[in-house]
């Protein structure tokens, strides 16, 4: 298998420190080999002030295996990093969407296997004319400037404990009853149950789609959007052979016993998915993108500009993001394998 391209996120926040922590400990934890594109200078500085001794190469995509055992490889972009930790600069948001574009042209070009993207600052980000609301949006717009096919991708949230996906995601509280629709919750339940069975390997996967409403509406007198938005959702996954149920009370769709009865939850909007899984799963979280022509996870986590260049970062979650987009690449080589 290709190795995995992992970006290097926010410059200024933990994404570097957490890249040269995996691979320091990629045998403890059988990391699966990955090249980090960014600025290779910029790295050594980092490795230099962690006090961390790290051999940091320069590679391409079709060497970095090779390198992997012996030194972390990099991928060079052309812009060059010079935040310091936590104090993102000029250079912040250049490098970021550079970092992004050259992972996301690689795995396309079938250079690496999948993407797992560091960190980034929004903030940072928009202050830069950034347009995207985040990395998902970001990512289905990338693969439409390089192939024409428009995507609407799907954020799931996935731990051992819990799986989680938000239906309408980066929104105002406000504005998602303008945003919420029938045709969204179906469309979105499609795309997790096909990749839940072509990535996940579930061979039937059963949805829970959590009410928008307290109780679900109770029946309307707690708001009319359960009963004539997402439960004619419901009704229509149901209809084509998913196993969907719903509209469910959000408040007890999440304890130990709720979980064993789903394989995924369908959230009316993002608190609603994110507060029980970072309650759950907070250091081991994994972001995966669903809907897109190749695998992308992520840390579920933030840039932690607090703790950048301290050495204080937890890489459990990026641990989990790199091992689980091994996991569903290797699906996807053998899904297509088994088609050929």
Known sequence: MQPLALTLGEPAGIGPDLALAVWQRRAEHDIPAFYVVGDDAFLRRRAAALGLEIPIAQAMPGTAAKTF?????????????????????????????ASIRRAVADVLAGHAAAVVTNPIAKNVLYKSGFAEPGHTEFLAKLVQEATGKVLRPVMLLWAPELAVVPVTIHLPLREIFGELSAELIADTGRIVARDLRTRFRIARPRLAIAGLNPHAGEQGSLGEEDRVIVAPAVAQLAAEGIDARGPLPADTLFHEGARATYDAA???????????????????????????????????????????????????????????????AAADSAALQTAS
């Open 69 to 97: 055992s012996a030194a972390l490889p990099v991928v060079a972009v052309e812009v060059k990093a010079s935040a310091a930790p936590g104090r993102p600069d000029q250079s912040s948001a250049p490098t970021a969407i």
């Open 266 to 328: 369908l959230c009316m909007y993002h608190d609603q998915a994110l507060i029980p899984i970072k309650t759950l799963a907070f250091d081991h979280a994994v972001n995966v993108t669903l809907g897109l022509p190749f695998v992308r996870t992520s840390p579920d986590h933030g840039t932690a500009f607090d703790i950048a260049g301290t050495g204080k970062a937890d890489p459990k979650s990026l641990i989990a993001a790199l091992r689980l987009a091994a996991r569903l």
